[in-house]
């Protein structure tokens, strides 16, 4: 059943929506799917913080209009899964690299990230970035890092003393 001009309209705004706050987006054709194999990518997508959208082309580049994804458009050819990151910037790159691994015919067709299109080969990339909390964790551990190394610089004299202290009451108990 094709979409009236209402339909077309609320589906281009959602995906404006969508596509405003996305931080990375990736593009796949997944001609051969079943239904339920699209399913179960819904449903790992929802898990992971990521929107996916079958939409027709045509309308996807009306959407794509004014955001920073907008250097998709002209790639936007043939049958289209779009997945935008909602949460952290890989974690549409990691759904669909873990779907392709067990379903080959979802193929990735392009990666857009900050304003730049990026090849399919670019996807593994995107998908070992890490997540916000892992970034978080690896920042905090850069930062307290050099406090660490000044504690034990500044207590290692006193252990010193203590352990030499300690070997000479044993030389003295031996002797």
């Known amino acids: 059943m094709a979409l009236m001009l209402d339909g077309k309209k609320i589906v281009v705004e959602e995906v404006a929506a969508i596509a405003a706050d996305a931080h990375s987006a990736v593009a796949a054709e997944y001609l051969g799917l079943t239904v339920a194999e699209m399913t179960e990518l819904r449903a790992s997508g929802r898990e992971s913080g990521v929107y996916f959208r079958?939409?027709?082309?045509s309308l996807a580049r009306r959407a794509l209009e004014g955001s920073?994804?907008?250097?998709?458009?002209?790639?936007?050819?043939?049958?289209?899964?779009?997945a935008f990151s909602t949460e952290d910037p890989g974690s549409a790159a990691r759904v669909v690299k873990e779907f392709s691994k067990e379903h080959d015919k979802l193929i990735t067709k392009m990666v857009a990230i900050g304003g730049q299109l990026y090849g399919a080969s670019e996807l593994d990339r995107l998908a070992k970035l890490p997540t916000r909390d892992q970034a978080i964790s690896m920042l905090?551990?850069?930062?307290?890092?050099?406090v660490e190394k000044l504690a034990r610089t500044l207590a290692?004299?006193?252990?010193?003393?203590?352990?030499?202290?300690a070997a000479v009451k044993d030389q003295k108990e031996a002797a």
């Open 54 to 57: 079958v939409v027709k082309n």
């Open 68 to 82: 920073e994804f907008e250097c998709m458009k002209e790639g936007l050819v043939g049958p289209l899964i779009l």
């Open 140 to 146: 905090m551990a850069l930062m307290k890092a050099p």
């Open 156 to 165: 290692e004299p006193h252990a010193k003393l203590v352990r030499t202290v």
